[in-house]
């Protein structure tokens, strides 16, 4: 008898649960469903690459931000239709290299919202920085430049690295100024002295903002391996990333280095 009234209070306590649960979604939902949101698109495929979701949904929009992702119908200041649109985050490129408002305008067309410069890396990183600030209009960012690094560690081009950074201040910097302003330099062998001031200089830019390090080799294959070597040795020292674009044959050259790495 006494168990007949353990499972029977068991019951009740379930059914008073599952009540309460179904008056929270619905109030839930009748309070969504109020809510004035400053935009809401409507009806447009959802795509979240974190929570696998891709399902026609409703999102609202309040200061800025997605309130709500909803299959109820929201309500809003503005109405935009997004019926046979796929709405999304904003992708991130690694593997740009233009630099300018132009091509952002094309990239952000294209649902890019972060644009990063990783395979060339830029020059003077921390005032190519500072000449984007308040103007560039997606998220920018670049990896540290091994080219450049090591030819600014060369006393013969000092002139012409004191005019590539003026040039980065005046917001006139671009990678094929910066190809051309380097290019004699690919098949220059850096001595002790100059090796050692590369790797502060990589340093430097690396604590001035560098996403990891830019290992154009494809440009540069005909460059000492044990250079390579002493690059790859301080990335792993400082627990940064490498990026490169590899493409046959030039994977030969990149690949190189690593038997003196194990």
């Known amino acids: 008898n006494s ?11 379930l059914k008073i649960v599952l009540a309460s649960m179904v008056f929270f979604l619905c109030y839930k939902t009748e309070a969504q469903s109020k809510e004035i949101f400053d935009i809401v698109l409507v009806g447009g495929r959802v795509i979240d690459p974190e929570t696998k979701l891709d399902a026609i949904r409703n999102i609202g929009i309040s200061k800025g ?13 503005e109405m935009i239709d ?44 921390e005032q190519w920085y500072a000449s984007r600030n308040t103007k ?3 998220n920018y960012g670049a990896s540290v430049c091994w080219p450049f690094e090591r030819f600014r560690s060369m006393e013969k081009y000092k002139d012409a690295t004191k005019l590539m950074m003026e040039n980065t201040i005046k917001g006139n910097s671009s990678k094929e100024g910066l190809f051309n302003a380097i290019g004699g330099s690919y ?44 690059v790859y040795k301080f990335a792993g020292e400082k ?15 990149f690949k190189k280095p690593l038997p003196m790495l194990l």
């Open 3 to 13: 168990l007949f009234k353990f499972f029977k209070m068991k019951a009740f306590l």
């Open 65 to 77: 931000r997605i309130a709500s992702i909803s299959t109820h119908a929201l309500s809003g200041k």
């Open 82 to 125: 997004v019926k046979g649109l796929v709405v999304a985050p904003g992708f991130i490129d690694m593997h740009v290299h233009g630099r300018s408002n132009q091509e952002q305008e094309f990239q952000l067309h294209d649902g890019l919202t972060t644009s990063l410069e990783l395979e060339w890396g830029v020059e003077n990183i």
């Open 136 to 138: 560039a209009i997606i």
């Open 187 to 230: 098949k220059d062998k850096l001595t002790k002295e100059e090796s050692s001031k590369m790797s502060m200089n990589i340093n430097k830019s690396l604590a001035e903002g560098g996403i990891g390090i830019g290992i154009p080799i494809g440009y540069l294959p005909k460059t000492d391996p044990e250079e390579l070597y002493e």
């Open 239 to 253: 627990q940064v990333l490498l990026f490169s674009h590899l493409e046959n044959p030039i994977c030969f050259h």
